[in-house]
C-alpha cells in the first residue's frame, strides 16, 4: 500500500506546486524541506535525519533507513510595503500599496538502499521563486505590475558509504524555469487606456550537485555540498494590448541560475543538546543583466528591455540547537543572517525589492511511530527598511523613489517515514 502512494508522489506534488516567493536572499528558495526551518536552517548539509537531504547533501542518504519517503509543504508570506518618497514620471497613481501574498512551496523526497553502503534517491522541489505584483494603477506600474518567477526541479541521486566516517553522494538535476513579466507601456490605445505588456516564457534545462560527509566521532558531523548553475534560456512571446503600435511578437532572454556552496556542522554537546552550524555562499553574480530579445516581427534581434540586476555574490550565515525534550519530542530554534544580492537602491528592482535579512526561528519534532515522524516549523524574518531610486527615465519607464517596510512569515510542516 505504501509503495503504491509512494509512487505517485512526484506527480502529485507538480500538481500541488504554486508561485514561490523568495525567503531567501535574492529569489532563491530555502524551504526545501519544512524539517529545516525551526533551525533557520542551520546544519542543512549534515542532520541528514530524513531523505529531504537529496536536495541539501545526497551523501546525507546513507544516514537513512532501508526505505524512506518525505513530504512537505511551506507558506510563505512576505511583505513589502511600499511608500512613494517623490517618484518622477510615473504620470500619478497610487503611492502605497504592498507587492507580497501568500505563496506555498511543496517537496517530496524518497531514497532506497540498494545494500549496505549504496543509495539512490529522487527528490522534487523548487529552488528558486518569486511573485511580486502590485495595483495596475501604483506609480511604479511602467517598472512592473506583475513578476512571477516557477522553477521545478527533479533530482536522481545516488550515494555511497566508502568507510565508517566518509560518504559521498551526487545527483543529476532537471529543471523547469517559468517566468511571467508585466508591466505598463507609456503608450495608449484607441481608447485612451494604459498599453500592458506582457513577456510569458518558459525553458527546461540540467544541472548537477554533489556533497560528501564526514564523520569526526561519535559527537560530530560535517557536512559540504554543490549545486551548480543552470543556464536557461526563456523562450516565449510578447505580447502587447496595443496590436496597431506594438504587436505580439515571440521573445527570448537568458539567465544562469546560481550555484551554491554549503559547509555544515552538526555537533552533540550532550545528551539532550545538539549544535548546528551553516555557512553558504550563492553565485549571485551569474544574473547581471537580462536581455529580453524580440525574436521574431519587423524588429527581429532587438532589444525590447533589459533588466539591470547588477547582483552581487552572497553570504549566509546560521546556528541552530535542537534540544532534547523526550524520546518522542525534540524541540528547535534557529537563528541566521541573509545577504542580499542587491547592491543599491539605484539598482533595486521592483519587482525583487530585497535587502539583507535576519531569521528567527523555532519549531518541533514529534515521533509518531517507530518509523514516522512530524516536523513543524516557523520562522519570521526581518528585513531591514529598504530605500528604492530606480531611474528609468530614459527608457520611458519613470523613476521609482520610495522606501519598503518589509517581513516574511514562513510556516511549514514535513511528514517523514520508512518501510
Same mark, same amino acid.
Given at each position: 500500500?505504501?509503495?503504491?502512494?509512494?509512487?505517485? +508522489?512526484?506527480?502529485?506534488?507538480?500538481?500541488?506546486?504554486?508561485?514561490?516567493?523568495?525567503?531567501?536572499?535574492?529569489?532563491?528558495? +530555502?524551504?526545501?524541506?519544512?524539517?529545516?526551518?525551526?533551525?533557520?536552517?542551520?546544519?542543512?548539509?549534515?542532520?541528514?535525519?530524513?531523505?529531504?537531504?537529496?536536495?541539501? =547533501?545526497?551523501?546525507?542518504?546513507?544516514?537513512?533507513?532501508?526505505?524512506?519517503?518525505?513530504?512537505?509543504?511551506?507558506?510563505?508570506?512576505?511583505?513589502?510595503?511600499?511608500?512613494?518618497?517623490? #517618484?518622477?514620471?510615473?504620470?500619478?497613481?497610487?503611492?502605497?500599496?504592498?507587492?507580497?501574498?501568500?505563496?506555498?512551496?511543496?517537496?517530496?523526497?524518497?531514497?532506497?538502499?540498494?545494500?549496505?553502503?549504496?543509495?539512490?534517491? @529522487?527528490?522534487?522541489?523548487?529552488?528558486?521563486?518569486?511573485?511580486?505584483?502590485?495595483?495596475?494603477?501604483?506609480?511604479?506600474?511602467? $517598472?512592473?505590475?506583475?513578476?512571477?518567477?516557477?522553477?521545478?526541479?527533479?533530482?536522481?541521486?545516488?550515494?555511497?558509504?566508502?568507510?565508517?566516517?566518509?560518504?559521498?553522494?551526487?545527483?543529476?538535476?532537471?529543471?523547469?524555469?517559468?517566468?511571467?513579466?508585466? *508591466?505598463?507601456?507609456?503608450?495608449?490605445?484607441?481608447?485612451?487606456?494604459?498599453? *500592458?505588456?506582457?513577456?510569458?516564457?518558459?525553458?527546461? #534545462?540540467?544541472?548537477? =550537485?554533489?556533497?560528501? %560527509?564526514?564523520?569526526?566521532?561519535?559527537?560530530? *558531523?560535517?557536512?559540504?555540498?554543490?549545486?551548480?548553475?543552470?543556464?536557461?534560456?526563456?523562450?516565449?512571446?510578447?505580447?502587447?494590448?496595443?496590436?496597431?503600435?506594438?504587436?505580439?511578437?515571440?521573445?527570448?532572454? &537568458?539567465?544562469?541560475?546560481?550555484?551554491?556552496?554549503?559547509?555544515?556542522?552538526?555537533?552533540?554537546? =550532550?545528551?539532550?543538546?545538539?549544535? %548546528?552550524?551553516?555557512? #553558504?555562499?550563492?553565485?549571485?553574480?551569474?544574473?547581471?543583466?537580462?536581455?529580453?530579445?524580440?525574436?521574431?516581427?519587423?524588429?527581429?534581434?532587438?532589444?525590447?528591455?533589459?533588466?539591470?540586476?547588477?547582483?552581487?555574490?552572497?553570504?549566509?550565515?546560521?546556528?541552530?540547537?535542537?534540544?532534547?525534550?523526550?524520546?518522542?519530542?525534540?524541540?528547535? +530554534?534557529?537563528?541566521?543572517?541573509?545577504?542580499?544580492?542587491?547592491?543599491?537602491?539605484?539598482?533595486?528592482?521592483?519587482?525583487?525589492?530585497?535587502? =539583507?535579512?535576519?531569521?528567527?526561528?523555532?519549531?518541533? $519534532?514529534?515521533?509518531?511511530?517507530?518509523?514516522?515522524?512530524?516536523? %513543524?516549523?516557523?520562522?519570521?524574518?526581518?528585513?531591514?527598511?529598504? &530605500? @528604492?531610486?530606480?531611474?528609468?527615465?530614459?527608457?520611458?519607464?519613470?523613476?521609482?523613489?520610495?522606501?519598503? &517596510?518589509?517581513? @516574511?512569515? @514562513?510556516?511549514?510542516?514535513?511528514?517523514?517515514? #520508512?518501510?
Amino acid at each position: 500500500m505504501q509503495a503504491r502512494i509512494t509512487s505517485r +508522489l512526484i506527480p502529485m506534488l507538480i500538481a500541488l506546486s504554486f508561485s514561490g516567493t523568495a525567503a531567501a536572499s535574492g529569489f532563491q528558495l +530555502l524551504e526545501q524541506n519544512a524539517s529545516g526551518i525551526g533551525n533557520s536552517y542551520a546544519g542543512s548539509a549534515a542532520v541528514a535525519d530524513n531523505a529531504s537531504t537529496i536536495f541539501f =547533501n545526497p551523501a546525507g542518504m546513507t544516514k537513512l533507513k532501508a526505505r524512506e519517503y518525505s513530504v512537505g509543504m511551506a507558506a510563505v508570506r512576505p511583505s513589502f510595503e511600499f511608500s512613494d518618497k517623490g #517618484s518622477i514620471g510615473t504620470a500619478g497613481g497610487t503611492t502605497t500599496g504592498d507587492a507580497g501574498s501568500w505563496a506555498y512551496i511543496p517537496n517530496g523526497y524518497m531514497s532506497w538502499a540498494m545494500n549496505k553502503d549504496l543509495y539512490l534517491g @529522487i527528490g522534487f522541489s523548487a529552488p528558486f521563486g518569486l511573485m511580486t505584483e502590485y495595483d495596475p494603477t501604483w506609480v511604479g506600474r511602467f $517598472q512592473s505590475v506583475k513578476f512571477d518567477i516557477k522553477t521545478y526541479n527533479i533530482n536522481p541521486s545516488i550515494a555511497y558509504r566508502i568507510n565508517d566516517q566518509v560518504s559521498v553522494g551526487f545527483g543529476i538535476n532537471w529543471q523547469r524555469m517559468e517566468a511571467e513579466y508585466q *508591466r505598463q507601456a507609456a503608450v495608449l490605445n484607441a481608447f485612451t487606456q494604459a498599453t *500592458r505588456v506582457t513577456l510569458s516564457a518558459d525553458d527546461d #534545462s540540467w544541472g548537477w =550537485n554533489a556533497g560528501a %560527509l564526514f564523520d569526526l566521532s561519535s559527537a560530530t *558531523r560535517i557536512g559540504v555540498s554543490y549545486r551548480s548553475n543552470i543556464k536557461h534560456t526563456l523562450e516565449g512571446t510578447l505580447e502587447s494590448t496595443n496590436q496597431a503600435v506594438s504587436p505580439n511578437v515571440k521573445a527570448e532572454a &537568458d539567465i544562469k541560475l546560481p550555484d551554491t556552496f554549503i559547509v555544515s556542522l552538526t555537533q552533540k554537546l =550532550n545528551d539532550k543538546w545538539t549544535l %548546528l552550524g551553516d555557512v #553558504s555562499w550563492t553565485g549571485w553574480s551569474s544574473v547581471d543583466t537580462v536581455p529580453i530579445i524580440r525574436a521574431s516581427g519587423v524588429a527581429r534581434g532587438s532589444t525590447a528591455q533589459t533588466l539591470e540586476t547588477r547582483f552581487r555574490d552572497t553570504w549566509r550565515v546560521a546556528l541552530g540547537g535542537t534540544y532534547r525534550y523526550s524520546d518522542d519530542l525534540d524541540l528547535k +530554534l534557529g537563528i541566521a543572517y541573509d545577504q542580499s544580492p542587491v547592491r543599491s537602491a539605484s539598482l533595486r528592482l521592483v519587482s525583487l525589492p530585497d535587502n =539583507n535579512r535576519l531569521w528567527l526561528s523555532g519549531g518541533a $519534532q514529534w515521533k509518531l511511530a517507530k518509523s514516522a515522524k512530524l516536523d %513543524l516549523g516557523a520562522a519570521y524574518l526581518y528585513v531591514r527598511d529598504t &530605500d @528604492i531610486d530606480n531611474n528609468q527615465t530614459a527608457a520611458g519607464r519613470g523613476r521609482v523613489i520610495g522606501s519598503y &517596510d518589509s517581513s @516574511i512569515l @514562513i510556516l511549514g510542516a514535513q511528514f517523514s517515514n #520508512s518501510f
